[in-house]
């Protein structure tokens, strides 16, 4: 087998791959054949690899941005006023804890949330999709968060057990002010993760009352009035220093510790921009924007084929595996896609073919010159490979300033500008891989030539 | 084909788009959406919007700073508002029209707007910067950056000052969507600009001939190529604007212009330029 027809085997492949992932999950067919009609109902199964430790699992549907999914997105300002700055970092990412636990509460699947540091204010910016009327929610995530710790009440009544019974919890006077901080320690004797907390001075007082008086009996602690944890006191403790150890991962341990800072640390949040969108708006965009790429996807074929004939052929299915390629790396990478995400990859789609009409333009010239086509074929690729190479970087140079990938502050880091620099910058890179390998090699083996200069190379 | 011979009608044409939006520019200036000045953005359904109706019934409680209107949507800015007031709007809108919705809401403080337009810029400087030393590194040459630069702000200032006019006359907003449409037109615009350059230093390679005849040349070789390639991208972008959803039409739009100036700048802008510096640096 030539190496031209391995390529071809590979790149066959590829597409049916990409065919693959691209569909969707479910597809119902009713063929009907000789008078009888069929049901075929195929379901691809979601793909799950496992390599050693590392597990790739993907669903393979696309995700929608909130421009398209529908949904709330907001940015809430952090006071950092009255946090000592080394303890700042700490306070935003418990801040950010809390608020994903109250999203939690609320039971919105796949909500978005992050930090970031703009100048030196700190926000949190929370994107929860699917949420029409985010007014109840929008209220909780945007309270300072709730610790307390509460003392346990027995039923007093009860005279059949020897131990009174344990009914309820109730409030007591030691509250997150009094937390100074909370750190995850390791216990020197176990190695298992503890969580060490440090009291305020009024704090420790409060506390040393607290443990003296329920001396072996649980003292709970809970956030925004859900309980996190109810460690039995094991002795009275005056210094202001306790540890809260137990059957903790490490994970649990930071999660804890995280939580408990909210609340020693507690930082006022205060919503500064929201943007709502509803679903049928997102809808109607995917829709529309989806059958306008269509139609010019449809006109660009069109175009290509009348101007460059059978070349233009060639290059249309290589445009066609560009897109199904792209879709299967949308599904897999995953990208989250929005509005200016399509619009990036309808853009590149028209890059895309500029790489084969800077091929075409120079094969013409080639065979203009007195070459034979398969001589101006390859020569073609070859001397348009510097502008295409030239004119590509340049664009992706755009695309990583656009995309900001190590979160410089001082340029955007917003989700649309980003959504669109990853669809161009991904859209280029296959479209390399299409307009020149895959184009190149279709070529190879399909194309002997126009008819009258096929005479002419046969000779020479 | 002498192009080039006419190099000076191209900076008639050049100059005759420019100036119309540079006037714009400097007396209307764009029109910011929240994003960048802060305030909020309403859009609400109705059944059959008046526009009197609904200043009357809310002028007395906000500041109305603009209110737009089709055939089933207005569209309100306000002061920053929080969820629970622009719910009491639709409300009170629903006093007018029962089927009052709030399709979509918007609310940007001020501070953050101010950060993303300085963001915004910063970005474009830097796009800017590194297209030049890429130029400048992959062709040896630093006159040849510097031309493709200068296209590139050519079809900015254009890109800019048709938005100026867009929403002075038809209320176009400059948001961030606008932003990026500006990046891709550099992008683009140098993309376009590279191909043509890369010819000019191709042939500079082969023959002997004045720069003049060698860019004549190189013109006359690849127009079709840039041509084509902008007819594709023109296809695609004009589809979407024609057809796409209203929350894309104006960036398309923006990316239209940009892609035709972009494809003109090239070969009508950077070329006869560089050409007429060799001139003159010789005489």
Do not use: C
């Amino acid at each position: 087998m030539s190496r031209t027809q391995s390529r071809f085997w590979l790149i066959l492949l590829l597409t049916i791959l990409s065919l693959v992932i691209s569909l969707p999950q479910e597809i119902n067919l009713n063929p009907h054949l000789f008078g009888r009609s069929f049901n075929v109902h195929l379901v691809r199964p979601d793909l799950k690899l496992s390599l050693g430790s590392y597990d790739f699992s993907r669903s393979l549907d696309i995700k929608l941005g909130l421009d398209l999914a529908g949904g709330t997105r907001v940015t809430l300002d952090a006071d950092m006023s009255s946090i000592a700055p080394e303890n700042q970092a700490d306070a935003l990412d418990s801040a950010k804890e809390i608020i994903a636990q109250r999203v939690d509460l609320f039971g919105i699947s796949e909500p978005n949330i992050y930090s970031q540091q703009a100048g030196s204010a700190y926000q949190i910016i929370v994107e929860l999709p699917g949420l029409d009327d985010p007014q109840a929610a929008l209220e909780l995530i945007g309270t300072t968060a709730q610790l307390e710790f509460l003392t346990p009440i027995y039923d007093q009544t009860s005279t059949e057990s020897a131990q009174p019974e344990l009914v309820d919890f109730q409030p007591s006077t030691l509250t997150g002010a009094d937390l100074q901080k909370t750190t995850v320690d390791f216990d020197p004797n176990t190695g298992q993760p503890v969580i060490s907390l440090q009291f305020s001075p009024s704090g420790t007082e409060k506390f040393a009352q607290l443990t003296k008086e329920y001396l072996g009996k649980p003292l709970a602690i809970a956030l925004d009035r859900q309980p996190l944890t109810a460690p039995i006191v094991q002795s009275e403790i005056t210094t202001g220093q306790a540890v809260i150890s137990g059957d903790f991962t490490l994970e649990g341990a930071q999660l804890l510790s995280k939580q408990l800072n909210a609340g020693a640390l507690p930082v006022p949040i205060k919503i500064t921009s929201q943007n709502t969108i509803t679903a049928t708006l997102g809808a109607d965009s995917i829709n529309q924007s989806v059958r306008a790429g269509l139609i010019g996807l449809s006109v660009v074929v069109l175009f290509m084929i009348a101007y460059y004939g059978q070349l233009g052929l060639i290059a249309s299915v290589g445009l066609f595996i560009y897109g199904l390629v792209t879709l299967s790396l949308y599904k897999l990478i995953p990208i989250t896609l929005t509005l200016p995400g399509i619009a990036g990859f309808i853009l590149s789609v028209g890059m895309a073919v500029d790489s084969n009409i800077l091929i075409f333009e120079r094969m013409k010239e080639e065979i203009r010159a007195g070459r034979a086509w398969p001589v101006a074929l390859e020569l073609g690729f070859g001397r348009a490979w510097d502008s295409i190479k030239d004119a590509n970087i340049a664009t992706l140079i755009t695309a990583f300033i656009l995309f900001n990938p190590l979160n410089w502050s001082f340029l955007p880091t917003s989700g649309p500008i980003r959504g669109f620099a990853v669809t161009l910058a991904l859209g280029i890179l296959i479209s390399l891989f299409t307009g020149i390998f895959v184009t190149r090699t279709l070529l190879r083996l399909f194309y002997h030539g126009p008819r009258s200069i096929k005479l002419f190379s046969s000779q020479s | 084909m002498n192009w080039l011979k006419y190099r000076f009608l191209y900076f008639f044409i050049s100059l005759a788009i420019l100036l119309p939006g540079l006037y714009s520019l400097w007396s209307f200036g764009l029109n910011p959406s929240v994003e960048f000045t802060g305030g909020s953005l309403l859009e609400i359904s109705l059944e059959n919007p008046s526009p009197d109706q609904i200043k009357d019934l809310l002028s007395p409680t906000y500041s109305i700073h603009s209110l737009n209107h089709d055939s089933s949507t207005i569209t309100l800015k306000l002061d920053p508002l929080t969820q629970s007031q622009a719910d009491q709007i639709v409300s009170d809108l629903k006093t007018l029209d029962s089927q009052a919705k709030l399709i979509s809401f918007t609310s940007v403080g001020p501070s953050v707007g101010g950060q993303l337009l300085t963001k915004a810029l910063t970005a474009i400087v830097i796009a800017a910067l590194a297209t030049l030393l890429y130029i400048a590194y992959s062709f040896r040459n630093l006159t040849f950056g510097f031309f493709a630069i200068i296209a590139m702000l050519h079809d900015t200032l254009i890109l800019l000052g048709s938005y100026s006019l867009l929403g002075h006359f038809f209320g176009f907003q400059t948001d961030l969507l606008i932003v990026t449409a500006i990046l891709t037109t550099l992008s683009f615009s140098v993309h376009d600009t590279i191909v043509v350059f890369d010819r000019i230093r191709e042939l500079k390679n082969k023959t002997t001939s004045s720069l003049y005849a060698l860019s004549n040349r190189a013109i006359t070789e690849t127009i079709t190529r840039s041509l084509n390639n902008s007819l594709t991208i023109i296809f695609m972008l004009l589809s979407l604007a024609l057809l796409g959803g209203d929350s894309i039409k104006h960036f398309t739009i923006a990316l239209l212009i940009g892609a035709i100036t972009g494809t003109y700048s090239s070969t009508f802008t950077a070329v006869p330029l560089l050409v007429t510096w060799d001139t003159i640096r010789r005489k």
